[in-house]
Each structure stands twice: as structure tokens, then as C-alpha cells.
């Protein structure tokens, strides 16, 4: 796995690289270069496979992260390829022409994330959401709950009460507070 | 008739179907629902007999309730000695089962199954999911109660439930049925427009019928 | 090495006349000739797999063009995910797939237990491995019915959806729910096995054994059945690894590719089982190999079963679970499900809330990519058999 990788670094600039497990590794590419990366891995060092495709959304560094989850049959060992891209113009290289399946992938992150990849087909169909108005679901600043509370008439639960309190308002009203004790791991 | 009568008809005459191109508007009916009126006493108590004990359901699993709807057809549980039965088509069913969460893709044709259905139609909610959302009651897609959209007979609770909740709850509803107190399809056409106004909020494209006969 | 002289289609050819002329490899379809009908193949159809449905254009009983529309089963567990704590993940994940919730919940609790550097106990393993092959054996079960009832052999699903109702008599008694069963929480299991559990177990395995006896004759050798599933929706072994195609469906056409043997998890080392692979790669040929999955299933379980030790702990120690913080890190888990590779993508950023869940649905690309493409030149009736000879699981795939 380390042979292939350091193969790869002829090719890109590879930034990071993870060992997560003998057979699960994580390496950060540069964005413009993951096409040509993905194109090396797939024909020259054999990483067939395209498992998945997703991102993750750093909010906080305005920033996606992507991810291409690779497997190599013949070393049965995984690869994951992530890329960083801007968050506000979220656009990333189409990589529908590598593996068939893949225009699947970017059909529902240009959905969920609002990731576009320009040239990937039917990338702009409706895949699962059907007449939705709203930002793309997934990003970290759609507040599902109040979403919902809004749309879907909430049905009111029941009153309840903190067990505690109420013991002390019902019938031990002079017992003394307990300092509280931290956890450890709180 | 004369032809001013006609223009009269054709002037009362609106056609509700807003969602549908012009061409197709025509297609559909463009008519309320009515109630329908219990018919004289005894009679009554016969045909609510005779509907009792024969309850076919859509088969439309639309949600994660439909996978305990095939161990209720088969040897163990055996639906069968009861009267009920499986239809493939809307419109020779009459209990209408929603099998737990709709999301709101589903629930535009949960809307449109019902409607097709000819009365008397129940419908049975499956699952907490359909009383107050149940665990995704934060759920963006899901709804949290489906009484809002159309109306509900009986609620069996339970993630998931069992079949055995399953088929007292069938035999809630023909308890239900043969004291002539489902009257959920009355209630539909009674509130008419309430339940279009909360189903069109959710759906935001309204591409189809606003009834389907 | 593809048996086309057995497929029906063999002195199949299409009278081209009468279709449109072809633009790019796709034919132009225009349905205001009147010489093409769509038709919406579900949701509301007894012959899909699940609440999804195909959008076919046919010409005769010809279809010319699919398209999947799913998104009905959409709840977003994703995102409600990421508003919950590690420990309050768990229970929803089993939501994921219906048929086979195991699967999900062995891989959530693995991606925390890794990204928090926990190792279960021996025994832990040893049921969670139990616990994943006897869903495999309900899976396959839930399976064959639909296949047998995809082609009219409506009794075939009635025996096995009866059969697979013991199975969930023994998850019943294991842990204590019938479908979702919330087994293998993060550390460990929730429950040992009750006494006299084996033996119960081995009663079914018996019992099933007798009815796959009766449907290896009745369905796999039926004349009708080989003639309809025959030279139906070949894959090739290149379209494997271009479509991500995993599981079943790839090992039928000659990919040596299974997890419990490439990649060994939990106990499955210590097991003995063999690559099972066939190379036709058509729709009987993933009926038959899955029949022999089933069996094989069936025997790793009174493998596992001879095999768990009597004594040990079933639950490592944990942290507070309401303040667990895991460790920031990214790491994907997969696990064999009867439709193939089931896997979850895990990234946390130190704090007591996932940063993203995803779940790899193992039927992903089987229903869309691939049945797209497969649907064409096929006829309606042939459309349903297709569609789960795939093993397409719509929950998995919208999530």
C-alpha cells in the first residue's frame, strides 16, 4: 500500500497521509490535481473499485470536504482520497467519465450539499427531494427541527417534569441543595 | 335544454384542477367529494356487517410497516381467516394501510391512492412514526402527523409493530366498522378544504388533480 | 464464457425498422408519434422491490428507455444524525434496510469503537458474528420469496416468508425485538444467549435445510423459472468494477470479491467458507448463487454456534455514553450484507456529536446505474424478475 502511494506522489502533490489500518489508508490531495490522481489510481495501481463519493461540510473553515473512498481488489485494501474545496462556489471536476456510476453520486451531492459538478449528467434532477424550496438539506446551517416544527404541525407532548425538582417543590422544600459533582469526562 | 340554461352550467361550472395543464383539465373530475348518507337502519347494520368482514388493503408499502405485512399473509399469522386480503390496485381495495413514516415524496401518493379508492375506505396508521413522527419527529422530510392530511381510523402503535398489534388492530376497526362509527371518508368530504390547504403547504409542485375519482 | 446460446434472446433480433433512427447510442425517443407508451412502474406496484418506482418507455412490450426515481423512503439520517449523540445514533441506524438492520448496526457501533480505540471482548464478537449471519439467512429468505413471486410462484414466498418468521422467533429470544433488534451497541452486546438457545437454533437450521430441499426443486429446477431468468440482464465482469457493483451480484460474474474472506472482521477468520463465484453473470446464475450463499450461511451458523465460548464478558467498559466525546477521525467500515458491500463513513471532530454519518448502501448503483442500463431491450414482464435478481433495497439507498 505505502509502494502505491509513494508511486502517486510522482504523479500529485500528495498533502497528507493517514494510516487508519493496514488496509484503510486516508491521503489529501489538492483539488485541481484529483482527476489525474483518480485516473492514475484507477488504471495504473489498480484501485477498480469506487465504493463512494461524499463530502463533508466544515462550516466553520467555510470549507467541503470530499471524499472518494477507492478499493484495490487485488491488494483488498482501501484508500480514501480527500479534497478540500471552497464552500461559497462549491464546484469540484466531474469524475462521471472514470467510473459509469459516479454521475449518481454528484446527482445527489449537488442535491443535498449544492456541490456542483459541471459536464456530470443529469446532475441537476431532482434525486430525492421532490418540490424543495429550501437550501440543499444537508449543509450544517439547515436547522431540520425548526424545518420541521414549521412545516409539519407538531403534535404537543406531554408536561414533564425534572424528577428532582419536583420531589424538592412537592414535599422537601427546605432540603439542601447538593454540591454538584463534574465528571470526568463531562 | 335551452342554450341559456347551458351557459348558466357552464358558469357555475369551475374547474379546480389548477395544477394540471390546460389540455388535461378536462380529464379529471373537477367535483367535490360528498358524504355518503347511511342508508335506512337495518339495512345499514347489514352492509356495515357484510364491510367488517371484508377488508381488502392497497398493497402500497410505504414505509418500513409494509415488511411485517408479509409475515400477516403467510401461515403463522394468516390474515386470510379474517377477510383480509391484498389488492395491487387502488381501486379494489378499501383499507388503505400506512405503513409508518411518509416522507413527503410518498405522501403526495398517499393522497392520490386514497382519493382513488372507492368508499367506504379506513385507513389504518401503522407506527409511532404516523401519530407524532416517532423518531424523526426533527426529521426535514418527514411529516409528523398524517391525521393532517387525510383521515385516520385506527393508530396501531409500536417501531415496528408486531403482527399481532397488527391484526387487533384490524379487529379494532371492524369492531369500529359494524357500530357504523368509521366515518372517515365523511370526515374528508365534511373538511374538504382543510385537508387540500394542509396537503398543498407540503407539496409545493401540485401537479395533479385536486380529485381523483 | 457467456452462455448466450442458452439465453432466450438467442434468435432474438430486434426488427430496427420500426424504431427511431439512433442518435449517439441512444435512441430518439418521441412520444407524440404514438409509437412509445410510459409507463410509471411503482410505488404503488406489487412488483417493485420496495416503495420506488421505474419510469419505463416501451415500444410494444418493448422497453426502450428506464429511469428510477427513489427518494420515498427519505428520512435523512444523515442529518438527524449529526443533531444526535454517538450513543443516540445507534437506534436509528437499523432504520436504514428493513430486511437486514444488522448490518447497519454492526457498522455504526465498529466506526465508533475504532474512532474511539475500544476493543470488544472475545464473546462480544463471537455473538455479533451469530447475530450477522442469521440476519444474512433471514435476508436471503425475504429474498428468494420475492424472486419466486417476481415470476408468479407466489406459494415459494409464502414458505419462505413462513420460514423466516422462525428466524425472527430466535432474534426474539436473542434480543428481544423481531425486526429491529438494537443488538450490538457500541462496546459490545446487550444480552447473552438464553439457555437452550443452540439447540433451538439448530432445530431451524434443520427445518430450513428441509425447505430448501423442496425449492431447490420446485423453483431452481422449474422449467419456467430457467427459461425466464436465463440470459436475463447479464453482467459482465467489466461492468462490475465500472458500475460498483458489489456482493452477490458481482461474484456471479467471476469477481472474486467478498469481505468476510478478503477483508475478515469480527470472527469470520476463525470460520471456514469458501469464495463462492460463478462466471454466466445473468439472473438465474445470481438466484443460483445466492441459494448457495443461503446454504452457506446456514452452515456458518452451526460453525459460529460450536464455536462461542461458554463463559467471558460481553460488554467492554465504555465512557459515560450521554458526554462520550470520540477522538476527531475519519474511518469506513464495511460489512457483507446479502446484497454485497454495506458500509459506513465516519468522520468525528472531537466533540459528543458525529460530524457525518454515511451509509454505503450496497444496492446503491444496482438500482439505478446498473437497472437502467439493464432495463433496455428487456419486456415489462421480465422488468420486476430484473429488479430483484439485483436485490435492490430502496431504504438504503435515499436513507
Known sequence: MKEKIDRLRKMVNVLQVVEKHPDLYFITLEGNQLVMALGYLKNTLNFKHLAFMQAVDYLEDNKFMLTYMVYNYELKANLGVNVFIDREESSMFSIHRLWEHAWQYQRELYEMFGIDFPGSPRVDEPFIMESWEEMPPMRRDFDTLAYSQKTYFPRPGRETNDPKEQMKKAKYPNYPDSPKIRRDDE | MKEKDIKIIEKEMKLANEGLPEMERDLFADDRPSRIEPLNKYLEQFLNWARARSLWILAYGTGCGAIELRPLMTARFDAFRYGIAGRPTPRQANVFIIGGYASLKTIKRIVRSYEQMQGPKYVIALGSCTINGGMYYDSYNTINRIDYYIPVDIYVTGCMPRPESLIAGFNGLKKKIQAGQCDGMNKYADNFDWYKANQKQIIKDWNMPDYNW | MNKISESKYKDFVADRSKYPEMENGKPVIDLDSHKFTKIW????????????????????????????????????????????????????????????????????????????????????????????????????????????????????????????????????????????HMYMIPGGVRKNLPLGFKERVLQTVDRTYKLLDDIERVFLN??????????????????????????????????????????????????????????????????????????????????????????????????????????AGQTYIKAESTRGEHGFYMVSDGSKYPRRVFARGASYTHAISVLEKLAVNITISDLAALMVSLHTCPPEIER
Open chain 3, 41 to 180: 412502474q411503482g410505488p404503488q406496484h406489487p412488483g417493485v422491490t420496495g416503495n420506488m418506482s421505474v419510469e419505463i418507455i416501451v415500444n410494444g412490450d418493448e422497453i426502450v428507455d428506464a429511469k428510477t426515481h427513489v427518494g420515498y423512503l427519505h428520512r435523512g439520517f444523515e442529518k438527524l444524525m449529526e443533531r444526535r449523540r454517538y450513543i443516540q445514533c445507534f437506534p436509528i441506524v437499523c432504520r436504514i434496510c428493513v430486511p437486514e438492520p444488522d448490518t447497519n448496526e454492526y457498522c455504526v457501533s465498529a466506526a465508533m469503537e475504532d474512532l474511539a480505540g475500544i476493543v470488544i471482548p472475545d464473546k462480544a464478537a463471537w455473538l455479533r458474528t451469530l447475530n450477522l449471519e442469521m440476519s444474512r439467512v433471514a435476508g436471503f429468505l425475504m429474498w428468494l420469496g420475492g424472486q419466486a413471486g417476481s415470476l408468479g410462484m407466489g406459494a415459494i414466498g409464502q414458505w419462505t416468508v413462513a420460514m423466516r418468521d422462525y428466524w425472527l422467533d430466535l432474534f426474539e429470544e436473542m434480543t428481544g425485538g423481531r425486526i429491529y
Open chain 3, 222 to 327: 422449474n422449467a419456467i423459472a430457467k427459461s425466464r431468468l436465463k440470459g436475463l440482464g447479464i453482467i459482465t465482469p467489466e461492468m462490475v468494477s465500472e458500475y460498483g457493483i458489489v456482493g452477490p451480484t458481482a461474484r456471479a460474474s467471476g469477481i472474486a470479491d467478498d469481505i468476510r474472506i478478503n477483508q475478515p472482521y469480527l470472527k469470520y477468520a476463525e470460520l471456514e467458507m469458501k469464495m463462492l463465484t460463478s462466471n454466466i453473470g445473468d439472473a438465474y446464475d445470481r438466484t443460483e448463487l445466492r441459494f448457495q450463499e443461503l446454504l452457506q450461511s446456514l452452515d456458518l451458523v452451526k460453525q459460529i454456534l460450536n464455536k462461542i465460548p461458554e463463559n467471558g464478558e460481553i460488554q467492554a467498559k465504555l465512557p459515560n455514553v450521554l458526554h462520550w466525546k470520540i477522538p
